[in-house]
């Protein structure tokens, strides 16, 4: 058997393994990327068009969360917009409330539309019992690392704490901990690349610095993350 065929059958092995998750995981690949492109290019018409002020913050925690909760753009794509078409404090603070809320919608109401057959098929698999002990302890807490760990899609992690039956109040609160850092992060580089094309200058400093803290607390909380779930997944 040479490499090609040992990878087909690894590749094969694995969509079996993933019985009816497969189509969620294909979903979860291919749609927000789609998204993301399509938003990235129609970024100016959308900062030209947003409502300023808090109008705008409002219509962009209504139009995240649903996009979010949908699986039609990443997370850290909505948040990047949001401080492109308003500033990089209401944007971070919009993309701040807006991506608990599309976690909680997403654990709640979208992901169990799709039927107890494939709950019954997730509550089985390791990974769900992973975030049961996760979880176990603090809910809140679980939550911060399994979204902080970055090691799933944002909606895939939502599917997984909708399986694992996670509270709604840890939900939003380990998902807004967990939202901090990357919405300090992405709002601030997007409103800086709007202020590199429409003044040709850098990002102001003070956005600059809290760029910089909102990297250094999303690399210690990927990190904490990671070692929390390798200890319980190996358990």
Do not use: H, K
Request: glycine share 12%; with cysteine; net charge positive.
């Amino acid at each position: 058997m040479n490499a090609l065929e040992r990878r087909l059958q690894a590749l094969r092995a694995l969509i079996d393994e993933l019985g009816p998750l497969r189509w969620v995981a294909l979903a979860s690949a291919i749609v927000p990327t789609v998204g993301l492109f399509v938003v990235l290019a129609w970024l100016p018409w959308l900062a030209e068009n947003m409502p300023s002020g808090w109008l705008g913050g409002a219509s962009a925690v209504v139009a995240i969360t649903g996009a979010v909760a949908a699986m039609l753009l990443p997370a850290g794509m909505a948040a990047f917009a949001a401080g492109y078409c308003l500033g990089p404090w209401l944007g971070a603070g919009s993309a701040l409330i807006a991506l608990p809320l599309a976690g909680l919608v997403g654990q709640r109401l979208l992901w169990p539309l799709l039927g107890e057959r494939l709950y019954a098929f997730m509550r089985s698999r390791p990974r769900i019992a992973a975030v049961r002990t996760l979880c176990a302890n603090s809910a809140a807490r679980g939550v911060l690392r399994l979204r902080g760990a970055c090691l799933f899609p944002f909606q895939v992690i939502s599917l997984q704490l909708s399986a694992a039956a996670i509270g709604a109040a840890a939900v939003l609160q380990g998902g807004a901990m967990a939202a901090l850092p990357l919405a300090m992060v992405a709002a601030g580089l997007g409103a800086s690349l709007r202020r590199w094309r429409e003044l040709g200058a850098g990002p102001e400093p003070v956005v600059g610095i809290a760029v910089l803290i909102g990297a250094a607390l999303a690399a210690l909380l990927c990190s904490a993350g990671r070692r929390a779930w390798r200890r319980v997944y190996a358990a």
